[in-house]
């Protein structure tokens, strides 16, 4: 008969105490693979992977690095222990719902994903009672949006162009314009763009030798290479769109326009381009000029004035103003029309 001799209780690992060996880990040298801490913490490498993600969702600036011989390090940012608790007003909760709002049109994407989790995080730092007052604070700043895009089926390539960004991965893109066929491009991709309720990714394309802008829809697929960029130190984001009226750069001209007076104070109220002067004239018509190029989209945004709206110069856009108008009525407007 075999007797079991009293001992010391086997350990037992909790996830607690699992996490806390694993960020020693990360605290204690410059980075780690998932390997290093499985052997280390003496776990599986799904244990690591799943407790690298609870991190993160805690909190913590966990990055990963693809290194030269093909393994990631992961780590933390450099000096985030120094970082004192970062705290909220009232009015400060509101704006940042604010501003979540105004980003609906991200939803399904990664970006969505990752707004969840901050404001998830932000919840659970409050005391209970002030969780119904957050969501006052959210109803408080609601948006309204119309015609927006879907980006839920983007989820993996957003994804993809997120680490790119991030990390400064050279990348393959697969990009189809409209009524063109597909062109692949060796791109690095330097700034993602917000337009209208839309996502551009503008960077250095090296088949054109130049910043191009890709509006992301039409990206069909993304292939991330382990070749780095750097991004030029004079570079800002207004070199992709130069003296556009929005992203569309061309040739630039000066241009003047009169609104009418029914119109006049919504032009008044806002600021369209760095180069715009604006002249009030005696029976309550606006005059503004601008030097700026693109068309298409200064076009689009005089007849959203109609019938308030007359192009004084240059005569080429009056034209292409009176053709438009030709155009929608089925050619029936004359020539000789006044604009």
């Known amino acids: 008969m075999n007797v079991k001799r009293p001992g010391k209780p086997a350990k037992k690992y909790s996830q607690a105490a699992r996490l806390h060996d694993v960020i020693r880990i990360l605290e ?52 985030f222990k120094k970082i004192p608790p970062i705290t909220f007003s009232l009015e400060e909760l509101m704006t940042l719902y604010l501003c979540r709002g105004q980003l609906a049109f991200l939803q399904g994407t990664p970006f969505q994903d990752d707004l969840d989790a901050i404001f998830g995080r932000i919840r659970s730092s409050l005391p209970p009672r002030s969780v119904a007052h957050l969501e006052r604070i959210a109803s408080a700043a609601a948006p309204r949006f119309q015609g927006v895009r879907d980006y839920q089926g983007k989820k993996g390539l957003l994804a993809d162009l997120r680490k790119a960004l991030l990390h400064q991965y050279r990348c393959k893109l697969a990009y189809t314009p409209p009524h063109r066929e597909t062109a692949e491009y060796l791109f690095d991709p330097y700034t993602l763009l917000f337009y209208n309720s839309s996502l551009y990714l503008g960077g250095f394309a090296h088949n054109r030798s130049a910043l191009r802008l890709f509006l992301v829809d039409r990206v069909d697929r993304v292939e991330l290479t382990a070749e780095r960029f750097e991004v ?85 856009l009056r034209e292409q103003f009176l053709q438009g108008l030709r155009s929608a009525l089925g050619g029936t407007a004359a020539p000789s029309d006044p604009v």
């Open 28 to 79: 204690a040298r410059y980075g780690a693979t998932v390997d290093e801490i499985a052997e280390e913490a003496q776990v599986t490498r799904r244990t690591v992977y799943r407790d690298l993600d609870a991190i993160r969702d805690a909190g913590y600036p966990l990055v990963s690095d693809k290194e030269s011989d093909g393994r990631t390090l992961y780590r933390f940012l450099t000096g």
């Open 232 to 316: 030029p130190d004079d570079y800002t984001a207004d070199d992709l769109t130069g003296s556009a009226f929005g992203l569309i750069e061309g040739e630039g001209y000066e241009m003047t326009v009169r609104f009418g007076s029914a119109v006049a104070h919504l032009v008044r109220e806002r600021h369209w381009h760095p180069s715009q002067t604006l002249q009030e004239q005696a029976d309550g018509s606006l005059l503004l000029s601008l030097q700026a190029s693109g068309d298409k989209e200064i076009l689009a945004w005089l007849y959203s004035y109609l019938p308030d709206v007359e192009v004084l110069q240059p005569e080429s």
